[in-house]
């Protein structure tokens, strides 16, 4: 098990697939937990539209982006969550085989680097990362890349400006 995604069957892993399946698995995952409190004060289950999936208690945004990490001693992380796929092997794939040792990422170690791979790697990583239970391969702190929403694939904090720009 490389830890990777493939497209399709009997296919090689591909980076790129780190984030359309790892997103769409998280997307799913999103959908079944628990919004255990999020920034509207607001304790139900059901997720919020804009929902990330990531915990955080250092963004402000009113319509519910972010989740706030809740303290509860029944639960194995800080956040009771876990996503489907194995983020850790996941996100090693990533860092250890689709790195170019000369910068960017690539779909497999066969390959040279290239835009398209580096931003869909990098996206994955971030979804691997930040969404639902907060997790990270290797060094606590080098490794980390900025959360992104899994379906606007931009950065959190990018989408709370966007929402209170026009929502507000």
Not at 10 to 16: A, E, I, R, S
Not at 82 to 99: E, F, N, P
Not at 153 to 166: E, G, M, V
Request: with cysteine; net charge negative.
């Amino acid at each position: 098990f490389e830890g990777g995604f493939s497209g399709r069957s009997n296919k090689l892993v591909d980076g790129c697939y780190s984030f359309w399946q790892g997103a769409s698995m998280a997307i799913l995952d999103i959908l079944q937990s628990p919004v255990l409190s999020n920034n509207n004060n607001n304790n139900d289950t059901n997720t919020n539209f804009w929902d990330s999936g990531v915990y955080s208690n250092d963004y402000d945004c009113p319509f519910g982006v972010t989740r706030q990490f809740v303290s509860n001693e029944n639960t194995k992380d800080e956040t009771g969550d876990s996503m489907t796929m194995d983020v850790m092997k996941l996100q090693r794939y990533i860092l250890l085989c689709a790195q170019d040792i000369n910068g960017g990422l690539r779909d497999k170690p066969s390959k040279p680097r290239d835009f398209y791979h580096s931003c869909y790697n990098l996206s994955g990583l971030a979804v691997a990362q930040h969404v639902l239970s907060p997790q990270n391969y290797g060094h606590d702190t080098l490794g980390m890349v900025q959360p992104t929403h899994v379906i606007f694939n931009i950065r959190i904090r990018r989408l709370q400006s966007i929402l209170q720009t026009f929502y507000n």
